[in-house]
């Protein structure tokens, strides 16, 4: 559910994310970018943005404007946890018993965003802009 209780998410062994409105039901995006079964989702704080995770190990962090998504890579198995503490930062956890911290607005030249690893092991992912 976003924030403000106007939308909710879906996703499922489609491979796709659905962001429906409340009052009507209508259907309002397909998000597409996953590779296997979307299993976790969450808005940002604001509602802005919306994280998936899915068993093919990715976090992807979709720009609600834009329809785009960023794919964060770091996890080696499928992601079941996602979920924002603000709404520059992502914590996720998979069955790879690691919990990652993503900083979201800190990137380096090489499109990397920096994270912390639980437990402790190399401490950033990769993106990849996915549109």
């Avoid at 994310?17 to 259907?27: R, Y």
């Avoid at 962090?61 to 080696?76: A, E, K, P």
Wanted: charged share 20%; proline share 5%; with cysteine.
């Amino acid at each position: 559910m976003s924030p403000d209780g106007t939308r909710f998410a879906t996703a499922g062994a489609n491979r796709t994310v659905k962001v429906w409105d409340v009052a009507t039901g209508a259907e309002l995006m397909t998000l597409t970018g996953h590779s296997a079964p979307v299993v976790a989702l969450a808005f940002s704080p604001s509602g802005t943005a919306l994280a998936s995770g899915g068993e093919d190990d990715a976090v992807v962090v979709w720009d609600l404007g834009t329809r785009s998504g960023t794919t964060l890579t770091g996890h080696t198995g499928p992601v079941q946890a996602v979920a924002f503490t603000r709404e520059d930062e992502l914590v996720t956890g998979a069955n790879d018993a690691r919990i990652i911290r993503w900083s979201l607005s800190v990137a380096d030249a090489e499109n990397r965003i920096c994270a912390e690893a639980y437990p402790r092991s190399e401490a950033c992912g990769t993106t990849r802009p996915d549109s």
